[in-house]
């Protein structure tokens, strides 16, 4: 099947571009699966193994939102770069946290340090696996800007894409700095939970991809606004919903283990809210620090946890706040001037992406 060639058969729909998308994810692998062979087989079983593409998708949709309609196969081709950079922020990611599985599966230094003990190699598997994890994700981004620049976009499209792009790249680095600088100081304030959220995953998962796909579309200054006013506010709520499902979620569906997230000491805004709401609580303080500092907890204490966060009000305080940006994000979205179809399609991703359970 031949991807996109004419606005006739334009995907007007969120599953129909998935399934488009998908088809160009395989030729782009396939065009390179002989190149670093080992490396990008674990790049390749990452991706297919699942992922929601929601990246590509809201690019998608703001390239539609802007009125884009020529060009379509090369505009689905260029999206591939988005799911590449996530792959890279994936398994950097896991690296960093010594998190054993993605997507139901070992993650990628866990699947390299298996096959190096399996083998009996020299040195260290441990070593060995995070190295070649961190060499997937760096082919990734490479690959992603591959994607890009190879899709076959008019010159001005891809001039105009550049600095959102570059943008993306340098703000999702940035925040994954942010996040780990949290834990090294031992951060607690709502306000630096927040803005690594911004960065780390709001920026790159909605906000930006918005702004790549109307520039493709060669939207003006006004629609670009709006529809990043309305990606900074649904990919926040986003990750704060994506924190609720991190400590409450039913790994059989997110595939990951209950509460990981407590396990990892991360210093989500969840967290930041139940240490401000544990003010004068001192056992509440000492249970929530005491997963904050990364020691060793049980399943008896992620359950404690989990319990006092709906207690102290922090869970209902992070639903109000994702009901608040959704709010605030649809109504920015209200203000855009763009085309009908995309603008009901892009409220049904809000919805998607601030109720979702994995």
Do not use: N
Request: aromatic share 4%; hydrophobic share 45%.
């Amino acid at each position: 099947m031949s991807l996109l060639t004419s606005v006739d058969t334009c995907p007007s729909r969120v599953d129909d571009f998935r399934v488009l998308l998908d088809e160009a994810l395989h030729d782009f692998l396939r065009a390179r699966e002989d190149l670093a062979p080992e490396l990008a087989g674990e790049l390749r079983q990452l991706i297919l193994a699942g992922g929601k593409r929601i990246r590509p998708t809201f690019a998608w949709w703001g390239w539609r939102a802007a009125g884009g309609q020529a060009q379509a196969d090369a505009v689905v081709r260029a999206l591939v770069a988005l799911e590449m950079l996530q792959c890279c922020a994936l398994v950097h990611d896991d690296v960093m946290d010594r998190s054993k599985t993605r997507r139901g599966r070992p993650s990628v230094h866990e699947s390299f340090a298996a096959r190096h003990r399996h083998e009996r190699w020299a040195a260290s598997a441990r070593q060995y696996g995070d190295s070649a994890a961190i060499l997937v994700g760096d082919l990734a981004l490479a690959w992603a800007d591959d994607a890009l620049v190879t899709a076959g976009l008019p010159a001005d499209a891809l001039g105009r894409a550049w600095p959102p792009w570059q943008a993306m790249r340098t703000e999702m680095i940035t925040g994954q700095h942010l996040d780990l600088l949290a834990v090294a100081r031992r951060e607690e304030s709502l306000e630096h939970a927040v803005r690594v959220a911004a960065l780390k995953t709001a920026a790159y998962t909605v906000e930006r991809p918005l702004h790549l796909g109307a520039a493709l579309a060669g939207a003006d200054d006004d629609v670009v606004r709006c529809l990043r006013g309305y990606g900074h506010d649904i990919g926040v709520a986003f990750q704060l919903r994506d924190d609720l499902i991190g400590v409450f979620g039913d790994s059989s569906v997110t595939g990951k283990p209950v509460g990981e997230d407590l396990r990892e000491g991360k210093r989500t805004p969840l967290m930041a809210i139940a240490l401000s709401l544990a003010h004068g609580k001192p056992a509440a303080q000492r249970l929530l620090r005491r997963c904050l500092e990364g020691s060793a907890i049980g399943e008896r204490t992620v359950d404690d946890v989990r319990a006092l966060l709906v207690e102290l009000g922090a869970v209902a305080a992070v639903e109000k706040h994702i009901g608040a940006l959704a709010s605030s994000g649809l109504a920015a979205l209200d203000r855009a001037v763009i085309d009908d179809g995309a603008r009901h399609e892009l409220m049904r991703l809000a919805s998607r992406a601030v109720a979702r359970t994995t």
